[in-house]
């Protein structure tokens, strides 16, 4: 079956402009994730949504980041006012639930860079 | 969350079984056992987890010690595609993963 789609595989934007990344979940996932990965670096994780409930943002590194999660399906990530240090492999998970043991199929991530 | 710690490299012969350790001694009763890998410039992939028992599936076996603190991933007969950065990971809520360095294995030919 299908897997963990993003778009776009790159992007590229010059410091101070805003992006706007797009994930489409497993058919079926309820729950979907934001990730981030820099060069050399391990995965960081941004933000959370599970079904209805309010999503756990804990993760976002600055109020620049934002995420919705229209339909209970595809979510968009937006970053706004980028900067350099927002350049990094933005990655998406899915899940079928939330659990203790609930395995999380990633997508192929976007790799943005700012300039 | 219970700290793992991973050798940074390892290297494996083609055909040969590839066992990873994981030392993670301050893991709580509830705390899970996961393992992931990522092949360069790929997202990444769920391998297998564990709680207290051992288990195998159709990608790799994993083995957890009696008390819990280590474990030990095993492919039975590594391929060259299985060349990847493998990460454990040991979490009670999974949807705050955080992935460490990881262990770089090189299947070799």
């Known amino acids: 079956g299908a897997g963990v789609s993003q778009s776009p595989s790159n992007k590229v934007t010059e410091k101070g402009k805003d992006v706007e990344l797009r994930c489409d979940p497993i058919?079926?996932?309820?729950?979907l994730y934001w990730y981030r990965q820099s060069l050399g670096q391990g995965l960081e994780f941004l933000i959370y949504f599970q079904g209805n409930s309010a999503p756990d943002k804990s993760g976002l590194p600055s109020d620049r980041f934002s995420a919705e999660r229209t339909g209970g399906s595809v979510s968009t990530l937006t970053i706004q006012r980028t900067q350099q240090e927002d350049s990094a492999v933005y990655l998406c998970?899915?899940?079928?639930?939330?659990?203790?043991?609930?395995?999380?199929?990633f997508g192929p991530g976007t790799r943005l860079t700012v300039t | 969350d219970a700290k793992t710690t991973q050798p940074p490299s390892m290297d494996c012969a083609e055909g040969r079984a590839a066992n990873l350790p994981c030392n993670h001694s301050?893991?709580?009763?509830?705390?899970?056992v996961y393992w992931y890998r990522q092949i360069h410039s790929q997202g990444p992939q769920y391998i297998i987890h564990g709680l207290k028992n051992n288990e195998t599936n159709e990608m790799a076996s994993l083995i957890i010690t009696e008390d819990r603190k280590s474990s030990t991933l095993i492919l039975p007969h590594a391929t060259l595609r299985d060349t990847a950065v493998y990460y454990c990971?040991?979490?009670?809520?999974?949807?705050?993963?955080?992935f460490g360095a990881g262990t770089r294995l090189t299947v070799k030919p």
């Open positions: 990971i040991v979490r009670r809520r999974p949807r705050n993963m955080r």
């Open positions: 301050t893991i709580s009763g509830n705390e899970y």
């Open positions: 998970a899915s899940s079928l639930a939330m659990g203790t043991a609930d395995e999380q199929y």
């Open positions: 058919s079926g996932h309820t729950a």
